[in-house]
């Protein structure tokens, strides 16, 4: 294959893919309208539907499909609950090409309309070239993207082999795919070279980026429990140990006002900061301005760029996110609650140890509480957690993805980290000992879980291009690097 | 009418009760069955209707009924809701009879199966001895013995002019009844002698009681908003001052591990123990040990009945209540909520001044606001402002109350305060001056307010007896004073 008849290749596909943008459009708007949220418990059979609708898909495409049963997992109540399966599809076997496995998840957060949604969260609706609906960019739409980009490379020629591991169960911890993947690493991984995750967004509105690193997830819930029911605040306000008082002052003792988390030796092991690594973010084009107007935040806890960098990509941070069991709704109900969860989560960085953050935040919680003297009962778990995930930028599938992205964007990306965390790449990563790439489409202003959460027509389409042309790069690469081997073997 | 006569009459009535059981509990279910919620907007239609059925039954009782139609009122989200009527009843006009007017609600607080009830909350269930269900003891069963007692006296011989206020906003302050007492007052109130009002409970499980004061209850709303949308914590967590973070600090500033309201000057306009209420305390039969299985709390901040009753009657307490915007339920869920709403409240005492609780509670939440140096946006009001109430145990209409409890339940009342609060009592005390006592029928164990209401068929059925027996003893007392007075004349 020449480099003018790649080129030629390559126009014809980008040609192909502007002309089905409303057929990418109405399948997008199929997905999106099964609400597979994996966090509520009554909607796990609309998970499990999805994931029929995904097989479907690829076994369309000309993929043989394998729906992997995962079993089951208890809630904390008690519940046994169907885990949904993990699509493992298989798409080519020329062991001439190049083998790239792409992994993505089409389950989604929770959505409500009344949470301050402007259009319905499970119909895709566009506005001003903006496409609407959970599960947009988090993650449907690149998982769309990916496959449309096979679809239309495979009407042409085929010169990739694909294989897929798409899961249901990505918001909510990803139950049961690290099982499988270390089941499946002697088998189905066995002839891939390349990863690709497409689960997260740009730094940017505009400007295109690749990801080598994300933060870890230690999702905390705090308990504290007096006795078997709700009281009445006028017959026992002012003589017993509120639980929800004691639950406050614990969430109180986790951070300060700087954003500085007080539990003591948690930032003992974070890797310390290199000359190397502090140039790497000099060099990042982030607009500060933009992403505080796509925050909705006035001000942000620091000023510089670096420092927001840093604070996001190399430090740790603790986010609080709620309280069960309390009164949440609006008007007044003058209660104490007698059992209350408050919810909270560190974002660990490298070298951080899952095991010995949880032991501190227990060992502080259970400081704290003890000099309360309170009667209460507490109960400190960590129900989720993630570890992060780092990657080497040199490593050949960031420079063939840099290559598309320069074509088809017209400019490089910028090597970014994730704030937020994609334990499927450490995963990955982990048991495979394959070259990862994180390869987001989406655009900082995305929203994912939050409300009104988007893709852009553009990034969607123009995304589906990028990851067209990453194949025709991936597989020039494997042929020169092939090509290569092969003469290293002749001399 | 002898002595003996209204022995016998009363024997009469105690026995109409006794052989009317099955049909008493029958209206009860049926006024349970309505989910007459106040707190809640969706419900109040239900309200409403439960209105039309208490205006039929005064209505069935021969009683000229009101419904008085008091408009509509502005939820915080400027929606329009209509509130439902206050019916004013009136039975008998004879200017030998004492006239009493009766006040009770009938709506209730906020109850779902799911909260933690054994039994659906809005179908009454008798199960050894208990009737359960929402409302059941706070107030429409203290309501139908009211009624019933009448309708029971009414099929003999009527003593005493009735009156009747019945409204169905007291759990959500009591909208429009306070203007509504205002205008009544030269008209609907002006030939009442006493009024009484029966929604609380005994301070034990066994003992009656009268009640002679309440604690106030000011309502406050802490929101914290930092911008238009949820964010996700791995996106945001690290960089920005979190809303939830500054209302953990705030909420945490407001009490101690000991109960003691942390907020400057908040005690000083509590009244002074004198050595004469000291006394009062001491006498009371109060056994702590049942009140805290009643609880289900392991230990109270105090250990004796003197330091129980006071800080339940004497001095204010704060309770949290929950926050309102945040994630409440079960699972994970990695937000940063942007708007968050904490709700508390403050059981005020004599002589604690509503507007200078505001204004102390305001000043010292911005104060603690300001030393974070967040951008984000504070709010605080109070929606709800209940003052205390206080009466004086002396008054004749105690006396009846008091001889009426001996005769059924064979011993004396406790004089005793509620540490919850009843405002309608203070209300009608200041707007019509006339001696107005708390005449509570339920018992500690009856858990207003929490999951598993219920009020005992015992006293549910004793209790129509005491209201019945009240009746006499007030229409004999009144009469003795009116001969007195004469004689005074005549004198």
């Given amino acids: 294959m020449s480099s003018s008849s790649s080129s030629e290749l390559e126009m014809e596909i980008f040609q192909y893919i502007d002309g089905h943008q409303s057929d990418f459009i109405k399948d997008l708007k199929e997905w999106v309208a099964v609400q597979s949220d994996s966090v509520q418990p009554d909607l796990r059979k609309e998970v499990i539907r999805m994931m029929v609708l995904v097989a479907d898909r690829l076994a369309a495409l000309g993929a043989t499909v394998n729906s992997v049963n995962l079993g089951s997992h208890q809630l904390p109540n008690g519940q046994d609950l169907p885990l949904p399966p993990v699509i493992l599809g298989e798409l080519g076997r ?8 792409f992994y993505g ?76 993947l270390e089941e499946e690493n002697q088998c189905f991984f066995s002839d891939v070279d390349y990863i690709v995750i497409s689960d997260n967004v740009w ?74 690594e502090r140039k790497l973010y000099e060099s990042i084009e982030f607009d500060l301005e933009e992403h505080k107007k796509n925050s909705g935040v006035k001000k942000f806890l620091y000023g510089t760029k670096e420092e927001i960098l840093l604070h996001l990509w190399h430090y740790p941070s603790l986010s609080i996110h709620g309280i069960e069991g309390a009164f949440h709704e609006p008007g007044i109900k003058t209660v104490i609650p007698s059992k209350v969860i408050g919810k909270f989560s560190i974002r660990q960085v490298p070298h951080m140890d899952l095991s010995v953050v949880k032991q501190q935040v227990v060992e502080h919680l259970e400081g704290v509480f003890s ?121």
Same sequence: chains 1, 2.
């Fill in 94 to 101: 020329d062991p001439q090409n190049p083998t790239v496995c």
């Fill in 105 to 180: 998840h089409v389950d989604v957060q929770p959505a409500k309309k009344e949470d301050g949604w402007k259009t319905d969260p499970y119909t895709l609706t566009e506005i001003n070239g903006n496409l609407y609906g959970r599960g947009a960019t988090d993650n449907k739409g690149p998982v769309l993207a990916w496959i449309n980009a096979v679809e239309t490379f495979r009407a042409l020629k085929l010169v990739v082999n694909f294989k897929f591991v798409i899961e249901g169960m990505e918001e909510a911890g990803s139950l049961g795919l690290e099982k499988l």
């Fill in 203 to 276: 730094l940017s509105n505009k400007k295109p980026a690749l990801t080598y690193g994300s933060r870890g997830n230690a999702c905390f819930f705090v308990e504290v429990e007096c006795g078997g029911k709700d009281l009445h605040s006028g017959t026992f306000g002012g003589i017993i140990h509120e639980p929800l008082t004691d639950l406050i002052a614990l969430l109180d003792s986790l951070v300060d006002p700087t954003g500085h988390i007080q539990i003591p030796g948690i930032y003992d092991s974070v890797a310390a900061l290199t000359e190397e």
């Fill in 371 to 491: 000099r309360r003297n309170s009667p209460n009962k507490l109960k400190v778990s960590m129900p989720l957690g993630a570890k992060p995930w780092l990657a080497d930028v040199n490593d050949p599938l960031y420079k063939a993805a840099r290559r598309a992205i320069k074509k088809v964007f017209g400019e490089d990306p910028d090597f970014i980290r994730d704030g937020s965390t994609v334990p499927v790449a450490r995963m990955f990563q982990t048991i495979t000992r394959k070259s990862v790439i994180m390869f987001p489409i989406g655009a900082a202003d995305d929203g994912e879980h939050s409300q009104n959460e988007k893709i852009s027509r553009h990034n969607y389409i123009e995304g589906t291009k990028v990851f067209a042309s990453f194949f025709l790069e991936i597989s020039k690469l494997h042929r020169h690097l092939h090509e290569t081997s092969n003469m290293e073997i002749k001399n």
